[in-house]
């Protein structure tokens, strides 16, 4: 059976953003969409503004807390779109669903895959682990219930902000690893509209898992196409996995967790396990058509106050 009733955790968040529409787009193919509003949460104008549109389009803006299953009952699916101080919060979210009768849980991942090399030991993904060792226990003991891995990679987007060493204000930017050295991308966009297909891909097993790529993408080729689009000369410099381990070392002893993260992140980086390995799940739906890293970028660059304001720049 496809999954057709959807609730959207983190529906005005980056990735919230662009499924929602998407969802919208193709609302015909669902019996109900959901925008949850955790009211224990700050709000402000620009997310009630958000939510209004939604409603305008026939989403029905569900309100309540992660702890309470009266908000999520009635649904069959939760998508969990939160940002990643919000991850630790994921397996108190999947009781709360599976006490709402939820029969499928989409967790918060859209990113590398945690079984390459050393990620599943890595701090960057300590949360999403816990997340997947929970989902494994919870589908063990409640055979209706069941869940969907989505992996891309990076998306397009994010890809180039300073948390990841890039700075497209100075064009400057600092990688851990070497020039040819490759990066998984997908557009957002594309991102969102392969995930409303697999909503529409009846699970036949509790775990499931899709990955999809853009392109990959070596920092030379990265960088001669943010030269291009913004006719300038960038600076990039190549710095070792050791001196991000290094910095990864000095944000724990300060408590800086933000600064442990992107540490980890080029760790991560730096010896290419954000590469997607395949095989990819773009075949099965041929009617997304993935575009390129220079049509994202170019498009995402045209408004680049917006973009930076989205990103949060
Ligand atoms: N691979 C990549 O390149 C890439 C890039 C970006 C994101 N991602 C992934 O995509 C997913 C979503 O990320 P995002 O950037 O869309 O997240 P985000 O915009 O930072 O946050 C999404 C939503 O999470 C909720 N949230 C944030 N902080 C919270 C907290 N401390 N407690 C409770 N709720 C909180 C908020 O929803 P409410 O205000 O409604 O509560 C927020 O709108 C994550 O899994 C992330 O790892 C991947």
């Known amino acids: 059976m496809a999954l057709t009733s959807i609730l959207v955790l983190g529906p005005t968040g980056g990735f919230g953003q662009f499924l929602v529409p998407e969802l919208i787009r193709r609302k015909a193919e669902f019996q109900r969409i959901g925008a949850f509003t955790d009211t224990t949460r700050p709000q402000s104008a620009e997310k009630t503004k958000i939510l209004q549109d939604y409603t305008t389009q026939g989403v029905e803006i569900v309100e309540g807390s992660y702890g309470d299953p009266a908000a999520f009952r ?42 390459v090399g050393d990620n599943w030991n890595e701090r960057y993904y300590r949360d999403k682990v816990l997340t997947r060792n929970h989902l494994k226990t919870v589908a063990a003991e409640t055979p209706r219930f069941g869940y969907t891995y989505f992996i891309n990679g990076r998306f397009t987007e994010w890809a180039p902000i300073p948390h990841f060493g890039i700075n497209l204000k100075t064009h400057t930017a600092h990688i851990v690893g070497r020039p040819e050295m490759e990066q998984s991308l997908l557009a957002t966009n594309d991102a969102a509209k392969y995930l409303v297909c697999t909503l529409l891909d009846p699970p036949t097993e509790q775990e499931r898992t899709y990955r999809f790529l853009g392109g990959n993408y070596s920092w030379t080729t990265i960088f001669s196409t ?24 000095k944000a724990i002893e300060s408590g800086d967790v933000d600064a442990e993260l992107a540490a980890s992140h080029q760790v991560i980086q730096g010896t290419g396990r954000t590469l997607l390995p395949g095989p990819y799940d ?6 997304v058509k993935p575009v390129t890293l220079e049509y994202v970028w170019t498009e995402m660059l045209k408004d680049e106050a917006r973009y930076f304001s989205l990103m949060g720049l």
Do not use: M
Not at 97 to 107: D, Q, R, S
Not at 241 to 249: D, G, L, M, S, T
């Open 282 to 287: 773009n075949v099965k739906f041929p009617e």
């Open 226 to 249: 943010l030269e291009k689009i913004q006719g300038v000369k960038w600076n990039v410099t190549y710095k070792s996995v050791e001196e991000a381990r290094e910095n990864q070392r």
């Open 74 to 115: 009635g649904f069959q699916v939760v998508i969990a779109c939160l940002g990643n101080h919000a991850l630790k919060t994921q397996p108190a979210i999947i009781d709360t669903a599976l006490a709402a009768g939820v029969t499928h849980f989409y967790p918060s991942e859209f990113g590398a895959d945690l079984t």
